[in-house]
């Protein structure tokens, strides 16, 4: 009971529905199939897909996580050593028999997507890799991590990548997700240059970190604004992520961690932006 309750927090319960939520939106709004294609992807992305990246990522990151006053929580686990190889070996093993499924029943196209989404989310945060460390990388691989379900689910269904307003919520939702990584990375500064790790807030500091999120929010919502009616309205979504962001326009490195109060509103804001989606395709 014990290894489960390890394995349970260190794929992120609370994130889960932001990685299956895309996949089964777009598969289902491109095929309108609600056969087990749909729901072995769902779940394939609600909990093995979550506890791959983020095991992985509790393993590796493990040194710099002591360092973390906010690791131990529902923001991440801080996972004792004794517990890595297990989750190493269970976010493999609980993988395996979806993607194996995902590939026969996929196309050429799909499974290039699937296979990809699966290199990102290892190179994240894999020793010898890690992307996490690379400045600005960092931010954009952290987004595919999200996007890439969606445009798996697309791929899937078959659909034509050359049409316009599927391109536009592409963009739209890569920006958007180098935006939440980028404030996310804010709180951090000093306890990852402690631990000797880089990242775009570590690198270009605090303040220049989350005026380039804000940017990249207004951005996608620019873009946002080009889908037809009534999914243009999308676009307001970003407006509470720019309301709690504004206050730390002028934030410094020396008190970077106030930020995780904006952090801590984040996570709850992903579920109402979720909601808009949801209203507007009902």
């Given amino acids: 009971m014990e290894a489960l309750k390890q394995l349970f927090w260190s794929s992120r319960p609370i994130s889960w529905i932001n990685t299956a939520y895309p996949f089964g939106l777009a598969y289902w709004l491109a095929s309108g199939d609600t056969g087990i294609n749909l729901w072995i992807g769902v779940l394939f992305f609600l909990i093995p897909y979550n506890l791959l990246m983020y095991g992985i990522n509790d393993v590796f990151d493990y040194e710099s996580d002591l360092r973390n006053p906010r690791k131990g929580g529902i923001e991440g686990a801080l996972l004792d050593p004794k517990w ?3 989750t190493i ?11 194996a499924y995902l590939t026969l029943v996929g196309t050429s196209g799909s499974t290039s997507w699937l296979y990809l989404c699966l290199f990102m989310v290892i190179a994240y945060s894999a020793k010898g890799l890690r992307f996490k460390e690379k400045p600005f990388l960092d931010s954009i691989t952290s987004s595919l991590h999200f996007v890439g379900p969606m445009i798996f ?8 990548f050359a ?9 739209a939702f890569v920006l958007w997700g180098v935006a939440s990584h980028a404030f996310g990375a804010v709180q951090d ?13 570590t690198v270009i ?5 989350v005026r380039v999120s804000m940017a990249a929010y207004v951005t996608a919502a620019l873009l946002l604004l080009g889908l037809e009616w009534p999914y243009s ?23 970077c961690t106030l930020a995780n109060s ?9 579920f109402l932006a979720g909601t808009i989606v949801t209203l507007l395709v009902i």
């Fill in 189 to 201: 500064v000093r306890a990852d240059r402690e631990g000797g790790i880089s990242s775009i807030a």
């Fill in 89 to 99: 070996r269970a976010a493999v093993l609980s993988c395996v028999p979806f993607v």
């Fill in 262 to 270: 904006g952090w801590k509103k984040f996570i709850w804001l992903n």
């Fill in 84 to 86: 890595h190889a297990l």
């Fill in 153 to 160: 689910g697309l791929a899937l269904a078959e659909v034509n």
């Fill in 233 to 255: 309205l999308t676009s307001l979504a970003a407006l509470p992520y720019l309301f709690i962001l504004a206050p730390f326009w002028n934030i410094t490195d020396a008190t």
């Fill in 163 to 171: 049409q316009s307003q599927i391109i536009i919520a592409i963009l």
């Fill in 205 to 209: 500091g605090a303040r220049a970190t």
